[in-house]
């Protein structure tokens, strides 16, 4: 029987288990070694993990500085010759095409 508390319940019954001296199991020298080893590779690969988001993190920041950069030309571009398509492989300003 479950016993809940503060609720009234008819003959709650509480059941102990007394600790009996018993042999204690364990696993096998071999089955120990193979479970430290799993542990151990799936800690590396967690700790992999960790260094690569950090990596992406300081990814992320240098992606936000260039294209801040980027912002900033086009600004002073902007500024210089209005709005014009550049072609970035010559580096020719045309109009840009009318929308109907």
Do not use: C, W
């Amino acid at each position: 029987m479950l016993v809940v508390p503060g609720k009234k319940q008819k003959n709650p019954t509480i059941t102990i288990k007394l600790n009996q001296m018993a042999k204690t199991e364990k696993l096998t020298a071999e089955e120990l070694e193979v479970l430290i080893n799993i542990i151990k590779q799936l800690n590396s690969v967690q700790s992999q993990i960790g260094g690569l988001e950090l990596q992406k993190h300081d990814l992320l920041h240098t992606f936000a500085q260039v294209k801040t950069k980027l912002d900033e030309q086009q600004k002073e571009l902007q500024e210089k010759y209005g709005d014009k398509v550049i072609d970035i492989n010559t580096g020719e300003l045309r109009e840009p095409a009318k929308e109907d």
